[in-house]
């Protein structure tokens, strides 16, 4: 385990962390004045291995080669030119600090860190984290990475687990939620909605199957993975040539069959690692999916459509009431569509580059 310090003068900043993998929804920006949970779990933190937050520089700033060095390899509005490495853990972790009034950037419902650092070492003054907590944006504390340094403690970290005791615990996703807007009362203003980790975690890797595709069609399983994939694969995608299939796969799956040409698999949710099969090497393109939304895809939860009667036998599952389904069809996270579209070296492709270049439309479609 760990704690973070203040480089100035040496003040614990943290309780004592363990690191886990960076969440899909880490930099998400969900709606429009909704009220989101707490990013990290008490007692974690995770590192961002690219820039975050200010200062920001436009793509005309940018030279093609600085671009390519940085893994971009299609245009976007703007990049980040900070500091790499930024550690992000929950607020209630952060100790020794003080908010800084004049960088309290952000105030639609609380803070966003536009104006960079926006909490002080209580000890020395040096500006050390950022804390987030607007509408529509996840609750966290982003340490700059230049602010602090990380010091071992006593405790060890806990062992990652296997993949079959990951499966075992069983914690999943939902897929569907109810979210609440800014300053609601308890139990008024809030909807059913698909959830945000599902589309940022959808978004994620709908880019790698346009990726695997190769400008070919790309069918998914049937079932919970056809309703948040296939229309927009079917959309973006052209018709015609034969289709490439995308299969789950991952602990607890069947081995997937030789000719499958793209995997659905899971990410670990504490190491960051990509599932791969044992067995006869396959070439089929892995899709990384957050392991609790994974295994919302390969074992879907049943949804009762009235509530069961009479007592609970063991193996019934009930809602009472049944949990209301959102209205309206699922759409994929754009912002994190579009963060990993550019970065993966398939989009320089003339058929695949003009999909970022046309986000608008496809927004207006509602896939994004």
Not at 60 to 68: F, G, K, L, Q, R
Not at 132 to 160: E, K, N, T
Not at 279 to 303: E, I, K, Q, S
Request: negative net charge; aromatic residues 8%.
């Amino acid at each position: 385990m760990f704690v973070f310090v203040c480089v100035g003068c040496g003040a614990e900043l943290t309780s004592p962390l363990s690191r886990v993998a960076l969440p899909a929804h880490a930099h998400q920006k969900y709606g429009n004045g909704i009220q989101l949970p707490v990013l990290m779990e008490s007692g974690s933190f995770a590192v961002d291995p690219e820039p975050w937050g200010p200062p920001w520089r436009r793509w005309e700033e940018i030279h093609p080669e600085e671009a390519v060095a940085r893994g971009i390899y299609a245009p976007i509005h703007a990049l980040a030119d900070g500091v790499p490495g930024s550690i992000v853990i929950a607020p209630g972790d952060a100790r020794g600090t003080l908010l800084i009034p004049e960088r309290a950037g952000g105030y639609c419902c609380g803070l966003d860190g536009a104006d960079g650092p926006n909490m002080a070492c209580e000890g020395c003054g040096l500006p050390v984290a950022s804390r987030i907590d607007d509408c529509s944006l996840w609750q966290a504390v982003w340490l700059a990475p230049d602010a602090v340094r990380r010091l071992p403690v006593d405790g060890a970290d806990p062992v990652p687990l296997s993949w079959a005791e990951l499966l075992e615990e069983g914690k999943y996703t939902p897929p569907y939620e109810p979210v609440a807007t800014w300053g609601s009362r308890v139990g008024l203003n809030h909807f059913w909605s698909w959830s945000p980790q599902w589309e940022a975690a959808v978004g994620r890797a709908l880019a790698h199957l346009l990726a695997a595709s190769g400008g070919r069609p790309v069918t998914v399983p049937d079932g919970l993975s056809a309703e948040v994939f296939q229309r927009a694969l079917d959309a973006l995608l052209p018709s015609g040539p034969p289709a490439r299939h995308a299969v789950l796969a991952g602990p607890g799956q069947p081995t997937p069959e030789a000719d499958a040409d793209i995997l659905l698999v899971p990410t670990h949710p504490q190491t960051g690692e990509t599932w791969t099969p044992t067995g006869p090497a396959t070439t089929a393109y892995p899709v990384p999916v957050p392991f609790g939304v994974w295994l919302g895809l390969a074992f879907p939860r049943p949804h009762l459509p009235v509530p069961a009667s009479g007592g609970m036998p063991d193996g019934v599952l009930r809602d009472d009431p049944p949990a209301p389904r959102p209205r309206y069809l699922f759409r994929a996270d754009r912002g994190a569509f579009q963060h990993t579209l550019v970065r993966l070296p398939a989009v320089r492709s003339p058929w695949l580059r003009e999909i970022p270049e046309n986000l608008t439309q496809y927004m207006r479609a509602g896939l994004f």
